[in-house]
Nanobody, 125 residues
Framework: QVQLVESGGGLVQAGGSLRLSCAAS????????MGWFRQTPGNEREFVAA????????SYADSVKGRFTISTDNANNTLYLKMNSLKTDDTGVYSC??????????????????WGQGTQVTVSS
């Protein structure tokens, strides 16, 4: 059974940084695609970033490109999202998920399964 546990969220001022972690069990992050999504009340899940374990290929939403970095620590079976230059628009609940396609990462939440419970990120002005 796959379990994902996010951590690292919190309250930060605009311009600050946070690093989110997603500890995985039941599935090696190096053998699949993993993604980060965020959601705010009343809105659908929004793609943030994804990585393909086998190739290391990454993709980012245009709104975070150049500020966020997705990575994996295979030894600790953990997915990370380093967020720099945070903006108030980055506020939301951030969740990690395992992709259904192990070779190609996707921006659609429908292409992911085994979601974590999420961690709240709040960016103040």
């Amino acid at each position: 059974q796959v379990q994902l546990v996010e951590s690292g969220g919190g309250l930060v001022q605009a311009g600050g940084s946070l690093r989110l972690s997603c500890a995985a069990s039941g599935r090696a992050v190096s053998t699949t695609t993993m993604g980060w999504f965020r959601q705010t009340p009343g809105n659908e899940r929004e793609f943030v970033a994804a990585i393909t374990g086998y190739s290391g290929i990454t993709s980012y939403a245009d709104s975070v490109k150049g500020r966020f970095t997705i990575s994996t620590d295979n030894a600790n079976n953990t997915l990370y999202l380093k967020m720099n230059s945070l903006k108030t628009d980055d506020t939301g609940v951030y969740s990690c998920a395992v992709g259904r396609n192990v070779y190609v990462n996707s921006r659609s939440p429908l292409s992911y399964m085994n979601w974590g419970q999420g961690t709240q990120v709040t960016v103040s002005s």
